[in-house]
């Protein structure tokens, strides 16, 4: 992977990008939001109108999938990653953000995400979970846009 621009420029601000029909997500984001912050923090429903309008290059339906940060110079953090920087964000927590970036550390905040991943999974007893805003989640496909009223696929695209 390459080191590009944004990589170089410091993170003094931070978009976090959650499901906001994910209970451990809400909760994530209450939390978040309490916690002193060393970087400020501005949490945004992924997938929404306003996600689609700040971040028009990211795939949205992959922020569904996975938890996205975005610096405000344009770094882009997906997973674990996201986590981490979002932990290195927070007063009492960027000790252990430097400890999870590490090797080893690594592995540990992978765990954590999968947990959460298979928790998030485990919230509609694995079946297809649909939102209603087209979103719907296949355990065996991951997230899908279908516009609303498109579902049999006899809807004209603009």
Do not use: N
């Amino acid at each position: 992977m390459g080191t590009t621009a944004a990589d170089r420029v410091p993170v003094r601000r931070l978009t976090l990008l959650y499901d906001a029909e994910c209970s451990l997500c809400a909760f994530l984001r209450d939390w978040l939001t309490r916690q002193p912050q060393l970087v400020p923090l501005e949490l945004v429903p992924a997938g929404s109108e306003q996600a689609r309008r700040r971040f028009p290059a990211l795939d949205h339906g992959a922020t569904l999938d996975d938890i996205t940060a975005v610096g405000d110079a344009g770094q882009v953090y997906r997973g674990t990653a996201a986590w981490i920087v979002t932990l290195w964000a927070l007063r009492e927590h960027r000790p252990l953000a430097h400890r999870l970036s590490t090797p080893s550390g690594a592995k540990l905040a992978k765990g954590a995400v999968l947990a959460a991943a298979k928790w998030r999974g485990g919230q509609w007893g694995g079946q297809a979970y649909s939102r209603g805003d087209g979103w719907r989640y296949d355990p065996g496909q991951g997230w899908r846009y279908i516009a609303p009223g498109c579902d049999d696929g006899t809807c004209l695209t603009p």
